[in-house]
């Protein structure tokens, strides 16, 4: 890793191997190395090369992820080094393969534009490290046609480039769709409330605690890959739509931001954003300062926010969290699990709303 700061390290790692138990993969172990620069053939050292290798026979391992991006050179290496069927894969990898999961399951008015986002991203992932299936192509071949592999990856990487090209044509053509029929359904004006957040930090416990609907939640990351909307009616009458939106990670693929983009659109269109913040996560300062990150790339300064403190409850000095939230603005500490604070939630949102100057865009029938 660039960072030299174990803490964050181990941390990286577990939170890869909390995704690696998402993806349905055992995790048996982790570990990691400090190099001056990463090893430009296999990224790691030879002798952790020979380490991983004594664990992957101890252990019939299967899969070797890791936690930086590798190279399509790099990948083979490894591939070739740790030998046998082992797959060697790196973040990116295994957060599409979730995506991939996720987007299987999911219900079919979102389906068509998640599956367009998460095949677009692994195309263009892919289309650098085809190399690996010309080798399998000329072993199969008995190594009697060399060179054909070459031909083959070349026709391969045009049939790519083609789908890829439609794929954003269609897409583009969902978002459009989506759009008209959002806009269609609703007739009523009523605020729209987007949770942001870090993944895992509570947001569908929160939406779920607030409305009774029934969405996701688990101690997995990406539990959450739709945004979904309820309806908050407050005791005083006033209403507004609570919208639960994808969670966000540190070290997000590049081929997947663009993607996000098109899925988080709904934000942009809200009234008010609510950063939910697990305060007990060791790194939530680390946390708040990715998802701040990604906020800054979506262009949603304007709109006003609010920040929330959850998993209180969980916290080791509660007292101390609440009295730093009191002395800063715009911070409400909750339990979503337990309920606490979620009607001081309700009020600070309607207050914020209040003051919000952003035109209500959305409507409800
Ligand atoms: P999301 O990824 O932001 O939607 O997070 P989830 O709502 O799925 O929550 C992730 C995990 O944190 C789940 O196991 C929840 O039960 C747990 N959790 C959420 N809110 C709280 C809380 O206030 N206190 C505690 N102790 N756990 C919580």
């Known amino acids: 890793g660039e960072t030299s700061d174990s803490f964050a390290i181990e941390e990286s790692l577990k939170e890869l191997a909390q995704l690696a138990d998402t993806a349905g993969l055992m995790v048996v172990g982790s570990t990691y190395q400090k190099l001056a620069s990463p090893n430009p053939r296999t990224y790691i050292g030879s002798g952790k090369v020979a380490e991983i290798k004594s ?3 101890a252990f019939e391992v299967e899969t070797v992820i890791f936690d930086d991006e590798l190279s399509p050179g790099q990948l083979r290496n490894l591939e070739k080094a740790f030998g046998g069927d082992v797959r060697v894969c790196d973040r990116t990898a295994l957060i599409l393969d979730i995506f991939n999961q996720r987007a299987a399951t999911h ?3 979102l389906q068509a534009s998640l599956r367009l986002f998460v095949a677009l991203a692994q195309m263009e992932y892919q289309l650098p490290r085809l190399t690996k299936m010309w080798t399998h192509l000329e072993r199969q071949a008995g190594g009697k046609v060399k060179g054909m592999g070459e031909k083959q990856i070349e026709v391969d990487k045009r049939i790519l480039r083609t ?3 439609v794929l954003k044509k269609e897409l583009e053509s969902v978002r459009k769709h989506r759009k008209q029929y959002r ?3 609703f007739s009523v ?3 729209v409330v987007s949770l942001v957040g870090y993944t895992n ?5 929160l939406l779920n605690q607030l409305t009774g609907a029934n969405v996701l939640s688990e101690d997995r990351l990406f539990a959450t890959l739709d945004p979904t909307t309820r309806r908050v009616q407050m005791k005083n009458g006033s209403e507004f739509l609570l919208t639960d ?8 693929p590049t081929t997947l931001v663009a993607a996000f983009r098109a899925t988080l659109e709904e934000i942009s269109e809200s009234s008010l954003l609510v950063h939910v913040v697990d305060i007990s996560h060791p790194l939530a300062e680390q946390q708040i300062d990715a998802v701040e990150k990604v906020l800054a790339e979506l262009d949603v300064s304007e709109i006003p926010k609010l920040m929330v403190w959850n998993k209180v409850d969980k916290a080791t000095d509660p007292e101390k969290i609440k009295l730093e939230a009191e002395r800063r603005e715009d911070i409400v500490c909750i339990s979503a699990l337990t309920g606490e604070g979620l009607l001081e939630f309700c009020n600070a949102v309607q207050e914020k709303l209040k003051d919000s100057m952003v035109p209500v865009e959305a409507f409800v029938p």
């Open 163 to 165: 789908q890829i090209g």
């Open 201 to 205: 930090a509570g947001k569908s416990t």
């Open 107 to 109: 219900e079919a008015a």
């Open 189 to 191: 004006p009523v605020p």
């Open 55 to 57: 664990a992957i026979r």
């Open 245 to 252: 939106t994808v969670g966000f990670i540190q070290k997000l």
């Open 183 to 185: 806009n269609r359904r």
